[in-house]
Antibody, heavy 120, light 106 residues
């Protein structure tokens, strides 16, 4: 079965760090583009980071310099290292596979999400 | 950055109604437009890619159309399972989602 499972969320104080993980099964992460999409309480969806199959990363401006996306091919897992966390980073973080050009780069496989709460 | 707007932001409808949601891009995105359905507490689900390509397993009452800057998602006959929030997303450049349209029961 093709799926992704996120883990690692939790309650963290402002200024703290957290690493969340996305373990994939049924496909190879390094052959695909992988994204992290977050949803703050009561808000819409925001793509915060993508790691392309080439390894090139993308970050939304609000997290540049604070978040780092990476992947471990041996574990078929994608990570999001989040540093200098702010209250506005509080959200459910979803991992999603991004299909290629033939599929118009749609996000077709989503995890259940992991909740990150930044609060003192 | 290419910005996305959706209208309406919410709507109330009855089972059996025909529902149309509009998504507009700030510049041409050709047909790089995807639609997702999201229910409370759940992850989004891909319904339509490339503006009009229905995903496998998605009921045929859902359809998408448009190109360039203006797109629509239509639910031909609203069913109880369709009450949800619908998000459009442009994939022409950096992925960017519209603000969402909540469809609730009238």
């Amino acid at each position: 079965e093709v799926q992704v499972v996120e883990s690692g969320g939790g309650l963290i104080q402002p200024g703290g760090s957290l690493r969340i993980s996305c373990a994939a099964s049924g496909f190879t992460v390094s052959d695909n583009h992988m994204s992290w999409v977050r949803q703050a309480p009561g808000k819409g969806l925001e793509c915060v980071s993508v790691i392309y199959n080439s390894g090139r990363p993308y970050y939304v401006d609000s997290v540049k310099g604070r978040f780092t996306i990476s992947r471990d091919n041996s574990k078929n897992t994608v990570y999001l290292q989040m540093n200098s966390l702010r209250a506005e980073d509080t959200a459910v973080y979803y991992c999603a596979r991004v299909r290629g050009a033939d599929y118009h780069y749609a996000m077709d496989v989503w995890g259940q999400g992991t909740t990150v709460t930044v609060s003192s | 950055d290419i910005q996305m707007t959706q209208s309406p932001s919410s709507l109330s409808a009855s089972v059996g109604d025909r529902v149309t949601i509009t998504c507009r891009a700030s510049q041409s995105i050709r047909n790089y437009l995807n639609w997702y359905q999201q229910k409370p507490g759940k992850a989004p689900k891909l319904l339509i890619s490339g503006a009009a390509n229905l995903q496998s397993g998605v009921p045929s009452r859902f359809s998408g159309s448009g190109s360039g800057t203006d797109f629509t998602l239509t639910i031909s006959t609203l069913q109880p399972d369709d009450f949800a929030t619908y998000h459009c997303q442009q994939s022409y450049s950096i992925p960017f989602f519209g603000p969402g349209t909540k469809v609730d029961i009238k």
